[in-house]
Nanobody, 121 residues
Framework: QVQLVESGGGLVQAGGSLKLSCVAS????????MEWFRQAPGKEREFVGG????????AYVDSVKGRFTIARDNAKNTMYLQMNSLKPEDTAVYYC??????????????WGQGTQVTVSS
């Protein structure tokens, strides 16, 4: 069983930056493909991006390409989401998730509790 804990959310003005962290415990972190999702009020949860366990290939949803960067540090059991040039439409609860497989299927096996990101205009 993997436990995931996100941190780093908060309130930021449009154009600003935030860095989210996700710390994993209870499993072998390097074996998991890690992903970020977000859910805005009144909307369905959407995939933001992910990083594979093998090869480190990274995928992003089109709306964040060039602004968001995903990275992982297997030695620290941590995944990061660097968010730059934030827009009000990025406001959402951001979730860390883990898949017990080497590819990104967007169907995680484990979820964190989420961290709120609010971007003011």
């Amino acid at each position: 069983q993997v436990q995931l804990v996100e941190s780093g959310g908060g309130l930021v003005q449009a154009g600003g930056s935030l860095k989210l962290s996700c710390v994993a415990s209870g499993g072998t972190f390097s074996r998991y493909t890690m992903e970020w999702f977000r859910q805005a009020p009144g909307k369905e949860r959407e995939f933001v991006g992910g990083i594979r366990s093998i090869g480190g290939n990274i995928a992003y949803v089109d709306s964040v390409k060039g602004r968001f960067t995903i990275a992982r540090d297997n030695a620290k059991n941590t995944m990061y989401l660097q968010m730059n040039s934030l827009k009000p439409e990025d406001t959402a609860v951001y979730y860390c998730a883990a898949e017990n497989r080497p590819i990104i299927t967007r169907k995680p096996d484990y979820w964190g509790q989420g961290t709120q990101v609010t971007v003011s205009s």
